[in-house]
C-alpha cells in the first residue's frame, strides 16, 4: 500500500486535459511544498515533469501543470497529445525525513 | 549535463547481498544535491530506498521495516559514486532499482536525474 494515493488510470481524447489527484497527510503533502510529479514510459526512467507543487523543469512542456490544496496535489495535461500516454507518479517529503511516492496513475490518450 | 549510470551484477542469490553502485559524471558528487537510490518491482510502482549527502550523513526509508535494517547506502566522494548494500535478498527485492540526484529545500524536493535503471532478479 502506497503512502500517498492515486488513481490507478485516467484517460482522455487528443487535445483534452485530464487531471490526476495525489491524496496525502498533513505530514508530507499538506505540510510541505516539496510535491513532485514524474512520467515514466515503460522500459524508461522516471522523468521529472513538476517539482515544488507547480514549477516545471526547464524543458518540460507548459501543457503540464501542477497545484496542491490541502492534502492533495494534483496534476494537470492540457492539450493532450499520444505521447503522453505513461505512467504519472506523484511524490512528497514527509515529516520523519523521509520521501513517499503515490502508487502511479496510468494515463491512456484513446 | 549531469549523468548517473548504475552497475552490479544482474542476477543475486537468496540470502545474498545486493550491491550496486552508482558513478554520476558531470556534477561532484560534493556538492550542493543529495544522492537517492529508488526501486521498482516488476509491474509496480516506485520506491524510495533511502538518501545519502556527501558528509556521509544517511536518510532511509522507515516504513519497510525490516527493509531499513537491511539497506545502507554510502558516498565515495573520491570517486564521485554512491553505493548501495542490500542484505538478506529474497524474491521480493527483484525490481528494477535507479539512483538519482535529489534536491534538499525545506524538505527533499525532487529528483532531477536519473540513471537508467539495472534489474536486479534475485533466484537461485
Known amino acids: 500500500q502506497s503512502a500517498l494515493t492515486q488513481p490507478a488510470s485516467v484517460s482522455g481524447s487528443p487535445g483534452q486535459s485530464i487531471t490526476i489527484s495525489c491524496t496525502g497527510t498533513s505530514s508530507d503533502v499538506g505540510g510541505y511544498n516539496s510535491v513532485s510529479w514524474y512520467q515514466q514510459h515503460p522500459g524508461k526512467a522516471p522523468k521529472l515533469v513538476i517539482y515544488?507543487?507547480?514549477s516545471r523543469p526547464s524543458g518540460v512542456s507548459n501543457r503540464f501543470s501542477g497545484s496542491k490544496s490541502g492534502n492533495t496535489a494534483s496534476l494537470t495535461i492540457s492539450g493532450l497529445q499520444a505521447e503522453d500516454e505513461a505512467d504519472y507518479y506523484c511524490?512528497?517529503?514527509?515529516?520523519?525525513?523521509?520521501?513517499?511516492f503515490g502508487g502511479g496513475t496510468k494515463l491512456t490518450v484513446v | 549535463q549531469v549523468q548517473l549510470q548504475e552497475s552490479g551484477p544482474g542476477l543475486v542469490k537468496p540470502s545474498e547481498t545486493l550491491s550496486l553502485t552508482c558513478a554520476v559524471s558531470g556534477y561532484s558528487i560534493s556538492s550542493a544535491y543529495y544522492w537517492g537510490w529508488i526501486r521498482q518491482p516488476p509491474g509496480k510502482g516506485l520506491e524510495w530506498l533511502g538518501t545519502v549527502y556527501h558528509s556521509g550523513s544517511t536518510y532511509y526509508n522507515p516504513s519497510l521495516p525490516p527493509l531499513n535494517s537491511r539497506v545502507t547506502i554510502s558516498v565515495d566522494t573520491s570517486k564521485n559514486q554512491f553505493s548501495l548494500k542490500l542484505s538478506s535478498v529474497t524474491a521480493a527485492d527483484t525490481a528494477v532499482y535507479y539512483c538519482?540526484?535529489?534536491?534538499?529545500?525545506?524538505?527533499?524536493?525532487?529528483?532531477?536525474?536519473w540513471g537508467q535503471g539495472t534489474l536486479v532478479t534475485v533466484s537461485s
Open positions: 515544488d507543487v507547480n
Open positions: 538519482a540526484r535529489s534536491l534538499y529545500s525545506g524538505g527533499f524536493s525532487y529528483f532531477d536525474y
Open positions: 511524490s512528497s517529503h514527509r515529516r520523519d525525513l523521509a520521501v513517499v
